[in-house]
Every structure is written in C-alpha cells, then in structure tokens.
C-alpha cells in the first residue's frame, strides 16, 4: 500500500519546513538496524560514531568508513520513498546517508547550521529523512530545528568554530537567524522526520546516560545537478567528505540534470 501525505502536512512542510509523518517503520525493520548499527559501529572502531559519512556504501567508501547493506535498504524503504516523493516530486536520487549515534555520556553536539552550505547540488534542492533507531528525547540530544528558516531559500552567515566535541566546525552565526525559535523533535524508534535542505538545524550534546542513534538519508530531486568538481574533498567541515567519487542511486523515475550514477560504483 503506497503511504500518503494529507494536503493538510504537505502544505505544514512548505510553511514550516519540516514534517513527521505518522509512518512507522516495522518492528522487523528496527531489528536489522539495531543489528546494522552495532556492526557498522564494530568496523570502524577509529571514527566515532557521530561521523559514520556514506555508510550505506557496503564496502570501505572513499571517505573512510566501513558501510553496511542495512543502510542502503533502508533508504530505498518504499514506507520512506513515498512521502519524499510527494515533497520532492516522482524523479529521485539518493546521494547521501550518515549515521549519527551519540554515545551516553559525551555524544557530540551537532551546531546549528544550515546543510547547503556544505552540499555541491544545484540548483540546491534535498529532502533529509531522519531516522531514529533509539529514542531521541530531549535528554539524549534529539534533532533541533528553527520552523519556517527554509523560507525564500536564504542562505545564513555561517562561522568556523574551534571548540572541541562538534560534529561539525561551522554554525549559523546571523543576527536575522531566530535560533530562539528552535524547537525539539523528540522521535521514537522507527519514527522519521523529513526537512527541507534550507532548514536551520542541529542537537544538543548527549550528557545522559542513553544512547541517541539516527541515521539521516539524504534525497535530491533528478532535477538537480549533484556537481562533483565544486567543493575538493578535505576535511574543512570537520570530517572528510569526498563529493568527487561520492556514488548515486536513481531510486525512482528519471534522471533530468545529466547527473553521473557511474562513479563510486564496482564496476
């Protein structure tokens, strides 16, 4: 049965930015990725596990991580696919995923920020489903967002910061930004959110004593152009990021921005 959007939560997607929808993935799906997130934590035992980049790449992928099958799966679900299709349209890419677990006790903060400053797509375009495996509370350091921050497609001033325990180096630092405005989405396991690439976005550092997975599968439309050559690859938002041999995946319809699904694959 093909999952569906009311007009009521597509238009709250397109005013607010954001949705979470009341899908849920099955208990049989969460047991695979409990599985799949012990194991992918198990192979990469010198990245923490904040920075797990591309790990639905089964195989060492080119920025340093061991993947796992689960993940790639996971962001093919058509349970997902169908709601990102009614926000994005029928032609869809997958081109990114990265699992985000913050460990009890000294889970890293994730600064408020917006994703397009760091993402070689154009015209700039993505639907970001967020995935929780355990539940994300307020406690452990669960997503935070700024409703409505996507709005006219603005792009904020963004500082580098060098404090220690960040996923990423730079943050929102613009008077007009209203990081006051911020609120919680507290998920349960299997529940998802999905947030437009403009979105004002970031969490709290876990100082609890619960773990906080999530996985966040990045979609674009095939209208877009995924541009290999625009950012070098480095290390510059705090972790490495290899863009030029980043694969993509066609997961629907029709590519329309001569958009490259040969590289980064085994041949």
């Not at 992918?40 to 061991?66: F, W």
């Not at 099958?69 to 029928?90: F, S």
């Not at 994730?110 to 015209?123: C, E, L, N």
């Not at 325990?165 to 630092?173: A, G, M």
Request: glycine fraction near 8%.
């Amino acid at each position: 049965m093909t999952e569906t959007l009311t007009n009521r939560d597509i238009q709250h997607y397109r005013r607010e930015g954001y949705i979470v929808p009341d899908t849920r993935l099955p208990a049989s799906t969460m047991t695979r990725l409990h599985t799949a997130l012990d194991e992918t934590i198990e192979a990469n035992p010198e990245t923490r596990p904040e920075h797990l980049v591309s790990a639905h790449i089964d195989r060492k992928n080119d920025e340093g991580v061991q993947g796992h099958r689960a993940w790639l799966n996971l962001a093919k679900d058509p349970l997902i696919l169908d709601l990102v299709e009614q926000l994005i349209g029928p032609d869809i890419i997958l081109w990114g995923c990265q699992v985000f677990c913050k460990p009890a006790g000294d889970g890293m903060e994730v600064p408020m920020h917006q994703d397009g400053h760091y993402w070689p797509i154009q015209p700039l375009a993505t639907c970001t489903a967020w995935v929780a495996i355990d539940h994300s509370t307020v406690e452990n350091g669960c997503l935070r967002i700024v409703p409505g921050s996507h709005t006219g497609e603005h792009y904020y001033q963004h500082s580098k910061s060098d404090r220690e325990n960040l996923v990423l180096n730079q943050h929102v630092d613009d008077p007009t930004a209203e990081l006051e405005n911020a609120i919680d989405l507290e998920l349960e396991p299997g529940q998802f959110s999905l947030h437009d690439v403009y979105m004002i976005h970031g969490s709290n550092p876990n100082t609890s004593g619960k773990r906080r997975a999530g996985v966040a599968i990045r979609y674009m439309p095939a209208t877009s152009h995924f541009n290999r050559e625009l950012y070098a690859t480095g290390d510059g938002s705090g972790y490495l990021v290899n863009f030029a041999s980043r694969p993509l995946w066609l997961l629907r319809g029709t590519d329309r921005a001569n958009n490259d699904f040969r590289v980064g694959h085994d041949d």
